[in-house]
């Protein structure tokens, strides 16, 4: 009798147990694919929100704000001016975001949604040179592709009521 | 009567279907594992976490009152919480309550940069596994934890 080879029951139940494995590893490829590739989208949305408030935050705290208002525009629009006498203007559109010579345009998928700037304003103290105001220029940036996430900035800046008007 | 000696032996199937379900709860484990570090790692440390603790700090270190208040407090409590904006810390209460909602701040904790194991698990609850993320190094004197209102949190060093 010819005894090389498998039995029936051997290869069945050889490729039912291959079978699974390779379902369950390409699930899980298709799970890793898919995590690589929000992965580089987000990285991109996390990257520019990080340039946006590098470049704000900088040019607040480093040019010595004098003065601020806000510009005859229909858009969100604010002209800070400096102690250096240089002026940048914060202009957000439907799809671009400008500060001074800093661009930030939004893809198709993103947009600007109840962005805010506030004055909060303290009683004064009696150490009259401690800063006693708050400026607040909120810039929610949303994504269709991650509804419930902010890629936005909040800039605070804080400054003393007598050295700014 | 002739053996029939097709199929498996019970011992064989047993082994190979133990080896071969380790081997895959091994996985997903590693790859549940994966999957939450990754998920976390976009909460931790953001961009706007750290500018707002960056702001924080500044209002911290430009009143010395609140700082050696801060001083008095830390070798006993070993941790403040500065959100709270209490009066015998902050000095100017209302400027603090409104920095601390400006910055979107849930709970901020000043405390030492080298804090041990027992702050750990003080704040653990508050904090989850954040906590156990944080590395006591550097020179600064001082160090901020924070949650924030979108679920983010943030550290960062300070004060020489």
Redesign the interface.
Known sequence: MNKRGFTLVELITTFALSAVIITILTNIVLIMKNMYNNTSAKTELYINQANLSNYINSKLNNGKLLTYSTCNDSNFCYTFTFSDGTTSRLVITDNKITFGDYNYVLKSNNYVEGESFDILNTAPLSDSTLNDSIMVINIPIKSKLYPKENFGVNIVYQYNSNTLY | MKKNN???MLAE?LI?TTF?AGV?IY?FIQ?TNL?QN?DES?KYN???GI??LE?LS??IL??SLVINNIDVLLPSEKYTDISKCDEEVVI?S??CK??VE???IEKAYVTTNKFNNTVKDNLKDEFGNFINKIKSEGSEKYRLIAKFK?GTFATIRFGE
């Open positions: 097709k199929g498996f199937t190979v071969v895959l996985m790859f999957n990754y976009y953001t961009v706007e500018y707002a702001d500044d209002f430009d009143n100017n209302e400027y409104n920095l400006a910055l979107n979108d």
